[in-house]
T-cell receptor, first 114, second 113 residues
Framework: NAGVMQNPRHLVRRRGQEARLRCSPMKGHSHVYWYRQLPEEGLKFMVYLQKENIIDESGMPKERFSAEFPKEGPSILRIQQVVRGDSAAYFC????????????FGSGTRLTVV | DQQVKQNSPSLSVQEGRISILNCDYTNSMFDYFLWYKKYPAEGPTFLISISSIKDKNEDGRFTVFLNKSAKHLSLHIVPSQPGDSAVYFCAASAPGSARQLTFGSGTQLTVLP
């Protein structure tokens, strides 16, 4: 049973381009969380999704960022018109239910905006 | 506003001795606390947790202590091993928050052989 799979591991984008980060949760997990870690900081919550539903997006920047978790396929975090400040490590985590606290993280996608 | 604080960015400990990592929080609504360990270029790995109804939880070499009145928790690792060298994050969760975690900024633990 593979863990939480994130790809790509590294992504380089020029300013103004779009970045798409993918996350496949663990088998049997229907809850996905996205976190962002800026350099020298802890992880910051972005969004919590269940299949086809956004449950809590209180941590998402108001513009340029969106997330989805379709019925089929991975969860996608999309960043439009990237800026240098978007450079960070983006981690996805999954759990089987909203009450499972120690959820499992993927290895992250390191986004570099040049 | 940092609701979870880890005031020591780094800690060095001799192999075999005790490592004590500290964490303070300000939000009295937090009712569940977790410690994660993170190696470079990897995601955080869940280590141990504690509910606010307890003051201690132990799992092998790892023990977490919670002092609710002081809004303080600590992670004890005994005995420390070189493989424990990593960044340790404290995290907290509040009820009704969709179980999103609020993380501290981490403490880099180095265990010297």
């Amino acid at each position: 049973n593979a863990g939480v799979m994130q790809n790509p591991r590294h992504l380089v984008r020029r300013r103004g381009q779009e970045a798409r980060l993918r996350c496949s949760p663990m088998k049997g997990h229907s809850h996905v969380y996205w976190y962002r870690q800026l350099p020298e900081e802890g992880l910051k919550f972005m969004v919590y999704l269940q299949k086809e539903n956004i449950i809590d997006e209180s941590g998402m920047p108001k513009e340029r960022f969106s997330a989805e978790f379709p019925k089929e396929g991975p969860s996608i975090l999309r960043i439009q018109q990237v800026v240098r400040g978007d450079s960070a490590a983006y981690f996805c985590a999954s759990s089987p239910g909203s009450q499972n606290y120690g959820y499992t993280f993927g290895s992250g996608t390191r986004l570099t905006v040049v | 506003d940092q609701q979870v604080k880890q005031n020591s960015p780094s800690l060095s400990v001799q192999e075999g001795r005790i490592s004590i990592l500290n964490c303070d929080y300000t939000n009295s609504m937090f009712d569940y606390f977790l410690w994660y360990k993170k190696y470079p270029a990897e995601g955080p790995t869940f280590l141990i947790s504690i509910s606010s109804i307890k003051d201690k939880n132990e799992d092998g070499r790892f023990t977490v202590f919670l002092n609710k009145s002081a809004k303080h928790l600590s992670l004890h690792i005994v005995p420390s091993q070189p493989g424990d060298s990593a960044v340790y994050f404290c995290a907290a969760s509040a009820p009704g928050s969709a179980r999103q975690l609020t993380f501290g900024s981490g403490t880099q633990l180095t265990v010297l052989p």
